[in-house]
């Protein structure tokens, strides 16, 4: 690859071994892409904080090791740790690091990220550790994890949906982030460019600012090749991620461009329609005529060239993928409700509230519903939270059942208003899932029972 001054010298070591770490391994990543050279970013998304049991037991087994030898045995970086708390808090959470997010089984001490760098959700609701299954050594030691990397300059934010709570990168911005219903939502409605990347590649371009140069950072690869054409209305948040479901198993990791809106869609709608389609399918980008920005025409979208295939959307098309996406749904008692993949907007929390003020969540059947915490604070400070509650239902925040494969115990079946949580969790947990509006979702948690609408 072809490197700037500034690059060779982060990778000869001159701002430290972690960040000569960070871009060797963004070398090595670049070149397996093809990558000719590197974009800088000063937006990257990604997992900092070791939240899993799996990665507990890994730093606290290093931590140990680093007490049983002395500084002297370990990298120099290790040795100049502060003083020795310091060294005893951070030792485990540096190994996680170095192996985790810079491939590195050398431990090296961890400097502040050089980006804006904002954490995606967690492996589980600190919050709500009863219900997640984990114990309190597990919340403290994530805690530590957490307080780490926010001193590190890390913006715990939390979520799958940075945008919606200070993360909103601008038009052609490149970023560098992860988690792939934000990656489709900033590449797509914001016109901002990211591949979707993984936990090594984000915490490297953290240090450097860097990432490779390639695929929706250019130009080419964002240019739509096959088209939808709409013969139906799309309008209900069921409706776009119904919509999306399908595109995404059809076209998977093409571009495709939409065409035939009747209404116009708001922040959750095409939140849950790129949930979807990045789910059913890889797509990481998508055009939708007179929404999205680089889709002021067909034409633009496209780059004056004709679709390699186009399909229409109609009422067949959009019964067959409910169908499918309602497979695995056999029996109407409904054990819990899940709302929030990807997480709640304070508008959706509001709608929640409205459809459950003054009912109570069935015996039977609990409601839990997830959003960012900051998202969480305004919804107590609108008194959402205290209807929600009364009610019996449970705002969390930071992760998901998907991500923490927790649900509450016994569950066999879920009620879902995201397709892409009908997607996930039936696989992932085994459970039944029945998928369908928010309301419909409200009134299986008060019932106890799943409607199946005429
Ligand atoms: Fe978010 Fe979990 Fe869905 S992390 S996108 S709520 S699977």
Not at 211 to 222: A, C, F
Not at 323 to 352: F, S
Not at 412 to 417: E, F, G, I, N, P
């Amino acid at each position: 690859m072809r490197l700037t001054d500034e690059e060779k010298a982060m990778r000869d070591g001159r701002d430290g071994e972690a960040v000569a770490r960070a871009m060797d391994l963004l070398i090595r990543y670049g070149q397996a892409l093809g990558a000719e050279d590197f974009v800088e970013t000063r937006n990257v998304c990604g997992t900092y904080t070791a939240s899993t049991p799996f990665m507990r037991d890994f730093a606290l087994a290093k931590s140990r090791e680093s007490q049983k030898n002395p500084p002297s045995s370990q990298s120099s970086s290790l040795a100049a740790a502060q003083d020795a708390s310091d060294l005893q808090d951070e030792s485990g959470l540096d190994a996680v690091y170095s192996e985790f997010n810079l491939d590195s089984t050398q431990v090296v001490s961890v400097p502040k990220v050089k980006a804006f760098s904002s954490h995606l959700q967690l492996g589980f609701d600190p919050h709500h550790p009863v219900e997640m299954g984990v114990t309190p050594e597990i919340v403290q030691f994530y805690r530590r994890s957490e307080a780490m990397a926010a001193r590190r300059g890390v913006q715990m934010l939390n979520t799958c949906t940075p945008y919606q709570v200070g993360n909103l990168p601008t038009y052609g911005e490149h970023c560098a982030w992860m988690e792939s219903s934000a990656v489709v939502y900033i590449n797509s409605v914001l016109g901002a460019r990211t591949n979707c990347e993984g936990r090594e590649s984000t915490s490297a371009a953290m240090l450097t600012c860097r990432i490779p140069n390639w695929g929706y950072h250019l130009d080419e690869p964002r240019l739509a090749t096959v088209a939808v054409d709409l013969d139906i209305t799309i309008d209900s948040v069921e409706d776009w991620g119904l919509l999306g479901y399908w595109m995404g198993d059809w076209v998977q990791d093409q571009v495709a461009v939409i065409d035939g809106l009747r209404a116009t869609p708001n922040m959750p709608r095409l939140k849950h329609f790129g949930a979807a389609a990045s789910s059913s399918g890889g797509v990481e980008l998508f055009h939708i005529v007179g929404v999205t920005p680089d889709a002021r025409s067909r034409e633009q979208a496209l780059g004056g060239r004709k679709p390699v295939e186009l399909r229409r959307y109609g009422a067949r098309e959009r019964a067959e993928t409910f169908a499918r996406i309602n497979a695995t749904g056999k029996d109407r008692e409904v054990d819990y409700v899940m709302l929030g993949c990807p997480h709640y907007t304070i508008e959706q929390i509001w709608e929640a509230a409205q459809l459950i003020e003054g009912r109570r969540v069935h015996e039977n059947c609990a409601l839990w519903i997830f959003t960012p915490g900051a998202i969480k604070a305004m919804a107590d400070r609108n008194g959402y939270t205290r209807i929600i509650e009364k009610a019996g239902g449970k705002i969390m925040t930071d992760s998901c059942s998907a991500m923490s494969r927790a649900v509450p115990p016994g569950t066999r079946v879920v009620a879902l208003d995201s397709a892409k949580q009908a997607h996930y969790l039936p696989a992932i947990l085994g459970v039944q899932a029945w998928f369908g509006t928010t309301a419909q979702c409200i009134d299986a948690a008060c019932t106890g029972r799943w409607q199946v609408m005429a």
